[in-house]
């Protein structure tokens, strides 16, 4: 009888194998998500340039598109796409038991097959970062915007894969979660707003896209959190919801059919 290999071949082993699914439809669809909306606004700001328009930069803009665009819209919508393609869609399939012919620790699965979504994702909002430098970003700000989106993505990832493991409609979850509380980070007390990504990214990008006002109804205090802090933050929230998604995985029964994969 094999012995069973240890997790971290499991993991290298299965995101190997996993890793050319991401150059399939689905993953181009996720790196449009990020460079169509930075396209659209370097050939606004070209088009712009050759017009007349005056030729100094347009750093608002910049903090327009990133904090508007690519953190509050893309990046969520970049996890409930790429997330319900891994462990997810095994289940879904009933070809989860195909991977575990072999003796293999399943709680270390989602983690294999998250980790070239993750990694393609990274490269893609890396490069739409570096892309809204041309119109203008402050360059004091671009490793703190860089390492603000990774150890975002990394985190809402790892969320997805969790609430799809969890519940039987995560993506509906998941994008309630995505599209109604983070949203509401501004009127929060102090302490709710660190329980969210916006926050998180705030605070590592060193910029807002908009300041509550002491008028606005149930207006709160915007705090800020240090960036290491905020960034360590993501990457152990992260973490942590890969390891529940395992755990939840290895709890549950694997079949070639059955509710299991249903939630």
Same mark, same amino acid.
């Given at each position: ?44 700001? $070209? ?14 803009? $910049? ?13 969520p *919508?970049? &996890? ?11 289940? #879904?399939?009933r ?24 990694a393609?994702? !990274? ?10 430098q ?13 390492? !603000? ?8 990832? !790892?969320?997805?894969?969790? *609430? ?15 599209? @109604? ?36 109804l149930?207006?709160? #205090? ?10 360590? !933050? ?10 529940? &998604? ?5 709890? $549950?029964? *694997?079949g @070639?059919?059955?509710?299991e &994969?249903?939630?």
């Open positions: 009888m094999n012995a069973a290999p240890s997790p971290l071949a499991t993991i290298r082993a299965t995101a190997r194998g996993y890793l050319p699914r991401v150059f399939q439809g689905r993953g181009w669809v996720l790196a449009s998500l990020v460079m169509v909306p930075v396209a659209l606004t370097l050939l606004i700001y $070209t088009v712009a340039q050759i017009k007349g328009a005056e030729g100094r930069p347009y750093p608002g803009e $910049t903090l327009r598109v990133f904090h508007d665009v690519l953190v509050k819209m893309m990046l *919508i970049m &996890a409930l796409v790429a997330a319900p393609a891994g462990i997810r869609e095994d289940l #879904e399939q070809t989860l038991p195909l991977l575990l012919v072999r003796p293999a620790p399943a709680w270390a699965l989602p983690l294999g097959k998250g980790l070239p979504w993750f393609w994702g !990274a490269v893609w909002l890396i490069i739409g970062t570096l892309g809204l041309v119109i203008g970003g402050d360059p004091s700000l671009l490793l703190g915007r860089l390492v !603000a989106l990774v150890s975002a993505w990394w985190g809402e990832l !790892a969320l997805m894969t969790l *609430i799809g493991l969890v519940f039987k409609r995560g993506t509906l979850w998941g994008a309630l979660y995505f599209f @109604l509380w983070e949203p509401l980070v501004r009127i929060f007390p102090p302490f709710l707003q660190r329980l969210t990504f916006t926050h998180h990214i705030e605070s590592l990008a060193g910029s807002r896209a908009a300041t509550v006002q002491t008028s606005q149930l207006a709160q #205090e915007q705090v800020s959190t240090h960036p290491v802090v905020a960034c360590l !933050a993501l990457l152990a929230f992260g973490a942590l919801c890969w390891a529940l &998604a395992g755990w939840k995985l290895h709890r $549950t029964p *694997i @070639l059919a059955g509710s &994969a249903e939630g």
